[in-house]
């Protein structure tokens, strides 16, 4: 069986072209995290109807604001649209300032996400913290790629890594060091 008809009529065309503006979208909703104290990462979820596409819902990251280690952006955002959506979301694309770690990659093949365009990799976080790494700012990485999480889960999803990348490395410095946060949380 040929790699195409696994997908139905309606998956995320090959030819789709990931739009500035909403990975624009998406870091703006990171700096809103950063700016209320939490990791500045962000995200969007678009549906593709009739070759529009529009903005479902965007958010930005709350694991440290809610105390939840697994509050990612990413795995809100696919819970809100498939509370309003339903449980498969063939037609609708991710948007991640971040790429999803191994979690989030698995709600993506949970719900079927017709696609995933992010920023910066997993490498790339892990590099930063690393380097920059603070006791509050840990940026740690699960250095396991989404496309390795898509494959071994059986449901293929075309992935953009390293769109406007630079922009989104600019994230991790959003939050400058000895500067307090509307909550007393240093930044």
């Known amino acids: 069986m040929a790699a195409q008809a696994l997908f139905p009529a309606h998956m995320i065309p090959n030819s789709h072209k990931p739009?500035?503006?909403?990975?624009?979208?998406?870091?703006?909703?990171?700096?809103?995290?950063?700016?209320?104290?939490?990791?500045?990462?962000?995200?969007?979820?678009?549906?593709?109807t009739d070759k529009r596409e529009v903005v479902i819902a965007a958010a930005g990251n709350r694991v440290k604001t809610s105390g939840s280690s697994i509050k990612h952006v990413e795995l809100e955002t696919l819970k809100y649209v498939s509370s309003g959506y339903g449980r498969y979301l063939p037609d609708f694309i991710l948007y991640s300032t971040h790429e999803p770690c191994a979690m989030c990659a698995g709600a993506c093949v949970w719900s079927r996400i017709g696609a995933v365009v992010y920023g910066v990799s997993q490498e790339d976080i892990a590099a930063y913290g690393d380097k920059h790494g603070t006791d509050y700012y840990k940026w740690r990485a699960c250095l396991i790629p989404c496309?390795?999480?898509?494959?071994?889960?059986?449901?293929?999803?075309?992935?953009?890594?390293?769109?406007?990348?630079k922009e989104c490395q600019k994230l991790f410095s959003y939050r400058l060091p000895g500067v307090t946060s509307p909550r007393g949380l240093p930044k």
């Open 19 to 48: 739009k500035t503006k909403f990975m624009e979208m998406a870091i703006q909703e990171a700096k809103r995290a950063g700016d209320r104290g939490d990791y500045p990462i962000g995200a969007v979820i678009t549906r593709l």
């Open 147 to 165: 496309q390795t999480i898509f494959e071994k889960g059986n449901h293929i999803i075309p992935v953009a890594g390293g769109f406007l990348r």
